[in-house]
Each structure stands twice: as structure tokens, then as C-alpha cells.
């Protein structure tokens, strides 16, 4: 694989966020990826995501499997923790390094046939687990390193670029992660920057399982015009659930207006926020009815786009207060901690007698 380094050379009056960085601090490597592929768009969004929450690249662990989209880590935040695993592993890999130090931020990007097929299993546990962590799919429906076969994602009626015919429904992931109990699920589209980043910023921030489904359109293998996942069909055929932004933890900004009415709302940086309630027949903190619209808008060729579901209160635990796990991150534990002695083994193996 080749590598490409960027100039180090930059402009002295860049912009800087909170922590002193620039949004150059937070790219990594020259992408090699297909002119045009819309997961070079995603790893963007995740630059300004994080250079806008603010996000030291140190606290940042991103993971990946192998596919296109796996490559994409190496092309954004040069400084965090990274590891590539193998195909349809990377939720094992995320388990065992969230749960050996919770303090980091971690991010998982995979793609449709690292999640949907090899690592079906893989995704369905970590859910499940509500492992907290951010998974993000750079979905396209396609095998793009292997020169174009379907994935569990590509949609019936969508043909390969050479006309070959799909025989198999897709699998929706956003419907799968719901039902399975992630407690936050969107879907983007990657040309759509100013809905993905402040879903990539509110992902990042969510505490517990946030997954988001970002069609991305492969420009090599499945962007004619016959398929669903191409840059002209799913322009035409979006249905955009929700106008939001991400606003971080500060003092309360309330509103009160009524249904399918659309209001400014001061911020405290200054800037408006533009809110559009959505009417009664759709409730994102209702997993029932958001799968179901999901289902419904499917049937009708539309592509759901936005916060499709966020658990409402405090939802369920997550993966650490239901195992109990030590509030100190292991690596940071000492021997006596990590040794207790002869007797403390006795007790747990008199506990399981």
C-alpha cells in the first residue's frame, strides 16, 4: 500500500479551535482512493467534526477492517490511535480496547461488506454490548477492491455496471442497529456535508452505541445510472428526516412551536439555528416507528436521511456499568490491582461453585 505524505508547509493565520489546532492538525495522509469517492468526503466530514468539537487527536482511537473504507483512517487524524484489523473484526478489536481503557474516544469506520457480510456477526454483538463507541459505514453496496461484486447492502432492483442482476434483498443496517437497541442511528449522505458533520459531531458525544449508515457512492463500480447507491439516484430520491445541528453541553435553549413548523433559534456562539419539527407520524425517540418508516419510505424508493432514532432519557446501561468494570482505565492500574494474591482467586472460584 502506498503511503503519501502532505506538505507540512501551512498558512501562519489559519483558523485554531479551542485546544490551538488547526483543521489541518487533524488530516492525515494523501488519500489514494479513486478520484471522486465519496469516502474521501466522509473522512472531511470527521476532519471538521472533530476540529470543531474540539477532539485531541489522543483521545481518539479509530479502528477499521479491510475493504475501501477501511483504508480511509489512514487519511484523517494522523496523531490518534489506530488500528486496522481484519475483515469483519473490527467490533472485537474495539471491545477489547474499550473495555481495557474507557477513557478513550473510539471510532470505528467499516463499509457494507466489512459490517453486512463478513462482520455481520461482529456488528450485531457490539450493538447489542452498547459498547460506547461511534460506527460509522461508508456504505456503497459494492466490493470496490474486488472489482465490483454485490454486498449484503446493494438493493435488489439495482444491476452491477455490467448488468448483472441482484437475486437478494438488502439488509438495512439502520433498521438492524435499531432493533438490535443502538441507542443513536442515523444516515447521511457523503455529498451532504452540512448534515453529516453535526451528525458525526453529535455521534462522537453520544455516550453508548451511535451508529451512522453514509451512503457513498463508489464512482469506479456501482455509480451508473441504474443503481440505487449512485451520486444522481440518491440526490433524486432523498428524504431528509430532520433539519438539526449538533449545539454542545451549556446552558438550556428552549422553543416551543408547533408541528411541521420551521423557527431560528439564537446559539450561544451567536450564530441561528434552523428547527423543523416533524409532524406526530414520526417520533426518532420511538425505535418502533422510526424502523417502520425506514421500511415504508424503502418501498417507496426514498433514502431516509437524518437522526433517525436517539434513545429518549437515560436509556440502558451501557457495556462498562453492566459488566462492572473498574473505573480506572487497566493500563493505569498497578500490580497489586491487577495481582491481587492467591486469596482473592480462591474467592471468585468459590463464587462460581
Given at each position: 500500500?502506498?503511503?503519501?505524505?502532505?506538505?507540512?508547509?501551512?498558512?501562519?493565520?489559519?483558523?485554531?479551535?479551542?485546544?490551538?489546532?488547526t483543521r489541518r492538525d487533524y488530516e492525515g495522509l494523501v488519500s489514494t482512493l479513486c478520484a471522486g469517492c465519496g469516502h474521501d468526503s466522509i473522512s472531511a466530514a470527521i476532519i471538521e467534526a472533530c476540529y470543531q468539537i474540539d477532539l485531541p487527536a489522543h483521545?481518539?482511537?479509530?479502528?477499521?477492517?479491510?475493504?475501501?473504507?477501511?483504508?480511509?483512517?489512514?487519511?484523517?487524524?494522523?496523531?490518534?490511535?489506530?488500528?486496522?484489523?481484519?475483515?469483519?473484526?473490527?467490533?472485537?478489536?474495539?471491545?477489547?480496547?474499550?473495555?481495557?481503557?474507557?477513557?478513550?474516544?473510539?471510532?470505528?469506520?467499516?463499509?457494507?461488506?466489512?459490517?453486512?457480510?463478513?462482520?455481520?456477526?461482529?456488528?450485531?454483538?457490539?450493538?447489542?454490548?452498547?459498547?460506547?463507541?461511534?460506527?460509522?459505514?461508508?456504505?456503497?453496496?459494492?466490493?470496490g477492491l474486488t472489482k465490483g461484486q454485490f454486498s449484503a447492502t446493494n438493493d435488489k432492483s439495482s444491476p452491477s455496471k455490467k448488468g448483472e442482476q441482484n437475486f437478494y434483498d438488502a439488509i438495512d443496517l439502520c433498521v438492524m442497529a435499531i432493533e438490535l437497541?443502538?441507542?443513536?442511528?442515523?444516515?447521511?449522505?457523503?455529498?451532504?456535508?452540512?448534515?453529516?458533520?453535526?451528525?458525526?459531531?453529535?455521534?462522537?458525544?453520544?455516550?453508548?452505541?451511535?451508529?451512522?449508515?453514509?451512503?457513498?457512492?463508489?464512482?469506479?463500480?456501482?455509480?451508473?445510472?441504474?443503481?440505487?447507491?449512485?451520486?444522481?439516484?440518491?440526490?433524486?430520491?432523498?428524504?431528509?428526516?430532520?433539519?438539526?445541528?449538533?449545539?454542545?453541553?451549556?446552558?438550556?435553549?428552549?422553543?416551543?412551536?408547533?408541528?411541521?413548523?420551521?423557527?431560528?433559534?439564537?446559539?450561544?456562539?451567536?450564530?441561528?439555528?434552523?428547527?423543523?419539527?416533524?409532524?406526530?407520524?414520526?417520533?426518532?425517540?420511538?425505535?418502533?416507528?422510526?424502523?417502520?418508516?425506514?421500511?415504508?419510505?424503502?418501498?417507496?424508493?426514498?433514502?431516509?436521511?437524518?437522526?433517525?432514532?436517539?434513545?429518549?432519557?437515560?436509556?440502558?446501561?451501557?457495556?462498562?456499568?453492566?459488566?462492572?468494570?473498574?473505573?480506572?482505565?487497566?493500563?493505569?492500574?498497578?500490580?497489586?490491582?491487577?495481582?491481587?494474591?492467591?486469596?482473592?482467586?480462591?474467592?471468585?472460584?468459590?463464587?462460581?461453585?
Amino acid at each position: 500500500m502506498t503511503f503519501i505524505k502532505k506538505p507540512v508547509a501551512r498558512h501562519p493565520k489559519l483558523p485554531v479551535n479551542k485546544m490551538g489546532l488547526t483543521r489541518r492538525d487533524y488530516e492525515g495522509l494523501v488519500s489514494t482512493l479513486c478520484a471522486g469517492c465519496g469516502h474521501d468526503s466522509i473522512s472531511a466530514a470527521i476532519i471538521e467534526a472533530c476540529y470543531q468539537i474540539d477532539l485531541p487527536a489522543h483521545r481518539l482511537a479509530k479502528l477499521s477492517g479491510i475493504g475501501c473504507s477501511s483504508k480511509t483512517p489512514t487519511y484523517f487524524l494522523n496523531k490518534s490511535h489506530g488500528f486496522n484489523c481484519v475483515h469483519g473484526r473490527m467490533p472485537s478489536i474495539a471491545t477489547g480496547a474499550n473495555l481495557a481503557n474507557r477513557d478513550l474516544v473510539y471510532l470505528g469506520v467499516s463499509g457494507d461488506g466489512d459490517t453486512a457480510s463478513i462482520g455481520l456477526g461482529q456488528f450485531c454483538h457490539a450493538v447489542r454490548r452498547r459498547m460506547n463507541m461511534t460506527y460509522i459505514v461508508e456504505n456503497n453496496g459494492t466490493y470496490g477492491l474486488t472489482k465490483g461484486q454485490f454486498s449484503a447492502t446493494n438493493d435488489k432492483s439495482s444491476p452491477s455496471k455490467k448488468g448483472e442482476q441482484n437475486f437478494y434483498d438488502a439488509i438495512d443496517l439502520c433498521v438492524m442497529a435499531i432493533e438490535l437497541g443502538a441507542g443513536f442511528v442515523a444516515r447521511s449522505f457523503s455529498g451532504d456535508k452540512d448534515q453529516l458533520v453535526p451528525l458525526i459531531k453529535a455521534a462522537l458525544n453520544y455516550e453508548g452505541f451511535a451508529f451512522l449508515d453514509v451512503i457513498s457512492p463508489c464512482v469506479t463500480f456501482n455509480n451508473h445510472q441504474a443503481s440505487t447507491k449512485s451520486y444522481d439516484y440518491v440526490r433524486e430520491h432523498t428524504a431528509v428526516m430532520d433539519k438539526l445541528d449538533f449545539i454542545p453541553e451549556k446552558t438550556e435553549i428552549t422553543a416551543q412551536y408547533e408541528e411541521g413548523q420551521t423557527i431560528n433559534i439564537a446559539m450561544h456562539d451567536g450564530s441561528n439555528m434552523t428547527l423543523h419539527k416533524l409532524d406526530s407520524q414520526y417520533d426518532p425517540r420511538n425505535p418502533v416507528s422510526a424502523a417502520a418508516t425506514l421500511k415504508e419510505r424503502y418501498l417507496e424508493g426514498q433514502v431516509v436521511t437524518g437522526l433517525l432514532y436517539v434513545e429518549d432519557g437515560n436509556g440502558d446501561k451501557d457495556m462498562h456499568e453492566i459488566l462492572n468494570t473498574s473505573k480506572t482505565p487497566l493500563n493505569e492500574l498497578g500490580r497489586d490491582d491487577l495481582c491481587p494474591g492467591s486469596d482473592k482467586l480462591a474467592e471468585v472460584n468459590k463464587s462460581l461453585q
